[in-house]
């Protein structure tokens, strides 16, 4: 009988952070879960970390090849039955009642597929030397939830900012970040294309945006639960982008295009065609003269164009959101109020 929720990582060279993460887990008030690790051929110690810990994983699979975030994950999500999943990054850390608090209030709400907490920025620390973090004063958001703007970036909703109690409130948001995404597997199933729940074709990067945007059009919602606590050490911030390695540029750019390819319709697109095309038009100009590195991601958009387009046409013919209620929050809308419970 499978538990309540499966915990899916996907590790890749992750060493530094991976021993955190997982005494998190063992210190979860909430125990009807099982750990499913996919390593992505890691050359560092992360063997040795997943190793050692072998008695409280239900699944390891250690990869010849780096398959991606995506693809990694799908092989978990096919080969587990949980009600609920976690997707978590090796470099977060919960609190003790994450998931307590996560699948109580998911319980609690029907319409909500997928759920999010109130992730809090976190510091470098040496492998083995972590101290469980603590809330405290001034504490630097990383993520309550995905939001976007006219031009159709999108952005996690308080990134940066110190916590004041503004995100204090259980509401609605466009999607959950990648780095600790809680999804109700009824959710999955219902925009799953094929066996892929995340787009393969996205390798990693932006594909937790795709997920969130294929099942807002389906109806479902994202909850935000600011008493779920994280802790989360982000490495991919727009202001980083000239010291991140060139294949996260390059995949980051070419996901740009495709997750509008797959899921934008025709109006939010013309209403918002100047913003829109005058950021385009920046990123690649951008890459032309200064980030070659990145130009792989234009034949590699066209590989994936047709799939794409076959993916949107399947969406178009069974979404139930109303292309107006979606463009609300495609034009810059941060939340939404939630039902009382």
């Given at each position: 009988m499978s538990a309540g929720v499966a915990v899916s990582i996907v590790t890749y060279n992750s060493a530094q952070h991976l021993h955190a993460c997982l005494q998190s887990l063992k210190t979860q008030s909430y125990g009807d879960f099982d750990i499913y690790i996919f390593d992505?051929?890691?050359?560092?110690?992360?063997?040795?970390?997943?190793?050692?810990?072998?008695?409280?994983?239900?699944?390891?699979?250690?990869?010849?090849?780096n398959l991606g975030f995506c693809a990694a994950h799908n092989r978990i999500l096919g080969s587990s039955s949980s009600k609920y999943v976690l997707v978590l990054n090796p470099d977060v850390v919960l609190d003790s009642r994450f998931l307590e608090i996560l699948t109580r209030e998911m319980d609690r709400d029907p319409a909500a597929g997928s759920a999010t907490g109130k992730l809090y920025r976190r510091r470098r620390t040496s492998p083995g030397t972590e101290a469980p973090p603590r809330v405290s004063g001034r504490m630097e958001l990383d993520s309550t939830g995905i939001f976007f703007t006219r031009c159709q970036r999108h952005?996690?909703?308080?990134?940066?900012?110190?916590?004041?109690?503004?995100?204090?409130?259980?509401?609605?948001?466009?999607?959950?970040?990648?780095?600790?995404?809680?999804?109700?597997?009824?959710?999955?199933e219902d925009i799953r294309s094929g066996k892929e729940f995340f787009d393969e074709s996205f390798f990693a990067y932006r594909e937790d945006a795709d997920l969130a945007w294929r099942a807002r059009w389906m109806?479902?919602?994202?909850?935000?639960?600011?008493?779920a606590i994280a802790f989360h050490e982000r490495r991919v911030l727009p202001e980083?982008?000239?010291?991140?390695?060139?294949?996260?540029?390059?995949?980051?750019?070419?996901?740009?295009?495709?997750?509008?390819?797959?899921?934008?319709?025709?109006?939010?697109?013309?209403?918002?065609?100047?913003?829109?095309?005058?950021?385009?038009?920046?990123?690649?100009?951008?890459?032309?003269?200064?980030?070659?590195?990145?130009?792989?991601?234009?034949?590699?958009?066209?590989?994936?164009?047709?799939?794409?387009?076959?993916?949107?046409?399947?969406?178009?013919?069974?979404?139930?959101?109303?292309?107006?209620?979606?463009?609300?929050?495609?034009?810059?809308?941060?939340?939404?109020?939630?039902?009382?419970?």
């Open positions: 992505n051929a890691s050359s560092d110690a992360t063997a040795g970390i997943i190793e050692e810990s072998r008695p409280m994983l239900q699944s390891v699979h250690y990869s010849a090849e952005f996690d909703r308080g990134s940066g900012e110190i916590d004041a109690g503004q995100y204090n409130r259980r509401e609605y948001v466009f999607g959950a970040s990648g780095a600790a995404a809680f999804y109700r597997r009824g959710m999955l109806g479902w919602e994202c909850l935000y639960v600011p008493g980083r982008r000239s010291s991140l390695p060139p294949a996260i540029n390059m995949h980051s750019f070419k996901n740009r295009f495709l997750l509008r390819i797959k899921n934008m319709d025709a109006g939010t697109y013309a209403r918002n065609f100047i913003p829109i095309t005058f950021r385009d038009a920046a990123a690649c100009g951008y890459v032309l003269l200064r980030e070659w590195s990145s130009i792989p991601a234009l034949p590699r958009l066209v590989r994936a164009l047709s799939k794409a387009l076959a993916q949107r046409r399947a969406l178009e013919k069974k979404r139930r959101t109303p292309p107006q209620e979606m463009r609300r929050w495609l034009s810059g809308l941060k939340s939404k109020p939630a039902p009382e419970t």
